[in-house]
């Protein structure tokens, strides 16, 4: 039986459940993110749509389209960033504050080129997507 991790918003009303593993799992150097998260950089986990679940407060998930692949959700009662959800290609992203106690081990940066705070990790840095996604697949050096 696949491994389940569950989270919620900020004041619990909307509550997720995530099955298996995470296809990917960094950070987000894009403008969008870091102007939804009020943040230089934004962390994510990304699902197959099908592992991603809301198991609480549905009525209480609003949602937005912020580009021509995605959609934000967000509780309407506290505002708490809960997922990103990419319908053209099956996926979604859960915010990694949402989840409660998930094991983050990042593996990539992706939109390096739009960085507003440097990170030297190690990890590869690409300039936009994977090609499996879309992007280029190209890296940037540190």
Request: glycine share 10%; aromatic share 8%.
């Amino acid at each position: 039986m696949p491994e389940t991790h569950t989270g919620g918003c900020y004041c619990g009303a909307v509550q997720i459940e995530v099955r298996g593993e995470p296809l990917e799992m960094g950070y987000c150097h894009c403008e969008n993110c870091r102007r939804y998260s009020a943040a230089p950089v934004s962390a994510f986990t990304l699902w197959k749509k099908e592992n991603v679940s809301v198991s609480k407060g549905q009525e209480f998930l609003e949602r937005f389209k912020s580009s021509d692949i995605s959609e934000r959700g967000y509780c309407t009662k506290c505002g708490g960033h809960i997922l990103v959800e990419h319908p053209t290609l099956g996926l979604a992203d859960v915010r990694i504050g949402a989840l409660r106690n998930f094991p983050f081990k990042p593996k990539v940066h992706l939109n390096y080129t739009e960085k507003m705070l440097p990170i030297r990790d190690g990890l590869p840095k690409l300039t936009d997507f994977p090609k499996e996604i879309g992007g280029s697949g190209e890296t940037l050096p540190e």
